[in-house]
């Protein structure tokens, strides 16, 4: 039988936290690098068409998930393809940064079976004119 050692138990829960901070951390770069190396993958024209209808859906007023940017780019130049669609996530990443759009805390389904109606964030514009 262990006995308890209050400054040990405490030391152990700190030694814990500190790992699930940095192995955390390390899932964030991991998912960074994910999402650059899809950016660098996209087309350039289909990457800046998809910011424009970002920032139109963003000054909208109107929740909007990257599927909408989708679809509405899909709408407006149906032409505009690119090899990953994952680069939607790379396109929300930089208007989220430049303060363009913030998430709304919630979560809706996406309409598409072929990714089995996954939760998808829903963003609105933060306000901001340029």
Known sequence: M???NPDRDQLELTFEKRIRREQARMAGRA???AVDQVENGARQS???AAHR???YLAR???AFTSAD???RLGQLRPELTTRDERALGAV???LAKAGEIRPTGQYVASG???NHHRPMREWRGSGRRQ
Request: aromatic share 4%; hydrophobic share 35%.
């Open 31 to 33: 998912q960074e690098r």
């Open 60 to 62: 909208s007023g109107e």
């Open 53 to 55: 209808v970002g920032l």
């Open 2 to 4: 262990r006995c308890s």
């Open 112 to 114: 598409r079976a072929r």
């Open 92 to 94: 929300m990443r930089r």
């Open 46 to 48: 289909w990457m800046a």
């Open 69 to 71: 940017v989708r679809d």
